[in-house]
């Protein structure tokens, strides 16, 4: 019984002995040589998405024509200026002329005496109890539109004195301008005499006329 165990032990020695052997001495496979493979066919590219285009400004909606009367007044007709044109400068009005003397008539209400005199410019004139100053006497021009004639003066009373005595002083019953077309517009106002004015004189004594 130990002898068959011993053999049999022993042939299960051997025989895994010999199977290592036979492992070492059979070469190892070689690894199979991958087959090449065809490369992949490059994908297709995908066909590029159009790029959106940017929006457009909004347009607003269009305004209806107004009516015709709202038209004319919102736009008005469009004129054509005038040439310009020089502008002429305004002619110089005349002078009026200034007299050296004053043509004045009076008049004594008591005696209904009347005297017509030359009174030189600056210079004192007497008619009776009167003593006549004229200041200025000038008559318009021909531009204008109405002739007439103008006198400034003042008029003083003063009574002549007795002899050998002193005059009274004078009082002055008028002062201002007496136009020969209007004597009555600003009249001489003296109870017993009136005085007016007649018309300029250019110079040179003038008679006196009764």
Known sequence: MRLRLTLLAGLAVASAAGLVQ????????????????????????????????PPGPISAAPK????????????????????????EKPAEPLRRTRGGAAIIQALDKVTAET?????????????????????????????????DSAAYMTIDSQPKPPTGRAPPP?????????????????????????????????SGPAPAKR
């Not at 066919?41 to 590029?48: R, Y």
């Not at 736009?75 to 005038?82: G, N, Q, R, Y």
């Not at 005199?117 to 204008?144: H, M, N």
């Not at 600003?186 to 300029?200: G, K, S, T």
């Open 170 to 202: 004078p009082r002055q019953v008028f002062r201002g301008w007496m136009y020969a077309s209007s004597p009555g517009l600003n009249p001489l106002e003296h109870p017993v005499y009136d005085a007016w004015l007649i018309a300029c004189r250019a």
């Open 115 to 147: 005297l017509r005199f030359e009174a030189p410019i600056g210079q004192a004139v007497r008619y009776k109890s009167l003593v006549i100053t004229v200041r200025a006497c000038e008559t318009t021009a021909s531009d204008e539109d109405a002739q």
């Open 22 to 53: 036979a492992r070492q001495q059979t070469p190892a496979p070689k690894p199979a040589t991958p087959t090449a493979q065809p490369a992949p066919a490059p994908a297709a590219p995908l066909p590029a998405e159009p790029e959106e285009a």
């Open 64 to 87: 209806p024509p107004p009516p015709p009367e709202e038209t004319a007044r919102e736009k008005p007709a469009v004129t054509e200026k005038p040439k310009t044109q020089a502008v």
